[in-house]
């Protein structure tokens, strides 16, 4: 590692939820739920690209989200190189995943759900 681990503060984790609920939107993407967490980020999107495009996009319009805060130098690394991305094709798959970010990370941090849910 060439920098210390990046700890998303509270400020650092409203930053980052509000930078993806607008890329989403801009996109025409559907976030279905998110939870930004101190060291890492989970979300579940509904969009007609791959998922490795939205983890990128995502990953670099947080970034830039975060560097006109001020709080960070913009050449901070802050994301690991790749993420974990899946297709979720059956509705019960994105009701696991929706649950597993919103209900199973631990104490809540910035965390947003859809209210429409799966549709």
Known sequence: ???????????????????????????????IAAHVRSSHVHFVVSAHTAPERVLRDVKANASRTLDRTGLDSPARRRWTYHGSTRYLWEDEHVGAAIHYVVR????????????????
């Open 104 to 119: 199973e990370q631990g104490e809540p941090m910035a965390v947003w759900e859809n209210p429409e849910g799966l549709h």
């Open 1 to 31: 590692m060439k920098h210390e681990p990046y700890v998303l503060d509270s400020q650092r984790r409203a930053a980052v939820l509000e930078a993806l609920r607008r890329l989403c939107s801009h996109r025409g993407w559907r976030l």
